[in-house]
């Protein structure tokens, strides 16, 4: 099985950053990416970022200019650095990560989520 925790989530004033950090445990094994992704109150759960094994990003629209995904692959670990916060981006973040089995059967493993509100 394996676990995701993520910490960092917080109160942040409108234009501040915040670094939210994903350490994941447990059977990890051919990793095809880790991920955040968010959800606001009363909507649905939207992509945020994610990371390759080697080091390849992708960002959404939402996110693209302000925030940073990074990884360390011997920690299996995934960070979210969040700058130029705004009302928002209050949301739960959750840190996602899609592994494949010995015959490519997909597995996302999820976390817990950390809060992030944005507000003055």
């Known amino acids: 099985q394996v676990q995701l925790v993520e910490s960092g989530g917080g109160l942040v004033l409108p234009g501040g950053s915040l670094r939210l950090s994903c350490a994941a445990s447990?059977?990890?094994?051919?990793?095809?990416?880790m991920a955040w992704y968010r959800q606001a109150p009363g909507k649905q759960r939207e992509y945020v970022a994610a990371?390759?094994?080697?080091?390849?990003?992708n960002y959404a629209d939402s996110a693209k200019g302000r925030f940073a995904i990074s990884t360390d692959n011997a920690k299996n670990t995934v960070w979210l650095q969040m700058n130029s916060l705004k009302p928002k981006d209050t949301a739960i973040y959750y840190c996602?990560?899609?592994?494949?089995?010995?015959?490519?059967?997909?597995?996302?493993?999820w976390g817990q989520g950390t809060q992030d509100a944005v507000s003055s």
């Open positions: 996602k990560v899609l592994m494949y089995g010995p015959e490519s059967m997909p597995y996302n493993y």
């Open positions: 990371i390759s094994p080697a080091g390849t990003t």
């Open positions: 447990g059977s990890i094994f051919n990793i095809d990416h």
